[in-house]
């Protein structure tokens, strides 16, 4: 059992500051990967950080663990976090992410192989031509990467 579900045992539903990082991999072509999770959004790969993990290290294991690709080194573009981000989910957690957002061009192996759970499907895209159903604020997070400019 992972930190956050342990955690959960102790304090319920009640709201908690989760951090998680996310990583704009972007390929030679200039295209940006993006998983398609089970509820149909496209997103970067990302997720929260365990115990004794750097923001580094999670951004890494998750676009691996998620997509298949492994990337070496990271370039911090930013940092999310604030009230309009909140979230309550069904089961009636509720928590404020903070989200520190990287970039990589330093593709180790692009070979995709989706989790099927996390994701259900991954590719490289054009900025120009994103699929739809791609999240507003991955949106807002692929403005900032801005991997076209």
Same mark, same amino acid.
């Given at each position: 059992? =992972?930190?956050?579900?342990?955690?959960?045992?102790?304090? @319920?539903?009640? $709201?908690? !500051?989760?951090? %998680?990082?996310?990583? =704009?991999? !972007?390929?030679?072509?200039?295209?940006?990967?993006?998983?398609?999770? $089970?509820? #149909?959004?496209?997103?970067?790969?990302? =997720?929260?950080?365990?115990?004794?993990? &750097?923001?580094?290290?999670? %951004?890494?294991?998750?676009?691996?663990?998620?997509? @298949?690709v492994e990337v070496g080194r990271l370039e911090l573009i930013d940092v999310f +976090? %604030?009230?309009?981000?909140?979230?309550?989910?069904? *089961?009636?957690?509720?928590?404020?992410?903070?989200?520190?957002?990287?970039?990589?061009?330093?593709?180790? &192996? +692009?070979?995709?192989?989706?989790?099927?759970?996390? +994701?259900?499907?991954? @590719?490289?895209? +054009?900025?120009?031509?994103? $699929?739809?159903?791609?999240?507003?604020?991955?949106?807002?997070?692929?403005?900032?990467? *801005?991997?076209? #400019?």
């Amino acid at each position: 059992m =992972g930190y956050i579900e342990d955690l959960r045992k102790v304090i @319920g539903t009640r $709201p908690v !500051i989760l951090v %998680g990082a996310v990583v =704009g991999v !972007i390929n030679e072509r200039r295209e940006i990967l993006l998983q398609k999770r $089970p509820e #149909g959004i496209w997103a970067l790969p990302g =997720g929260l950080l365990e115990l004794e993990e &750097s923001a580094e290290d999670a %951004g890494r294991r998750e676009v691996f663990e998620e997509t @298949g690709v492994e990337v070496g080194r990271l370039e911090l573009i930013d940092v999310f +976090s %604030g009230k309009q981000y909140f979230r309550k989910l069904e *089961n009636g957690d509720e928590f404020y992410p903070v989200t520190i957002v990287y970039t990589s061009n330093d593709i180790k &192996s +692009s070979i995709i192989k989706v989790d099927g759970t996390e +994701s259900i499907d991954a @590719g490289f895209f +054009s900025v120009a031509e994103l $699929p739809d159903g791609t999240s507003p604020l991955v949106m807002k997070l692929i403005e900032k990467l *801005n991997p076209v #400019g």
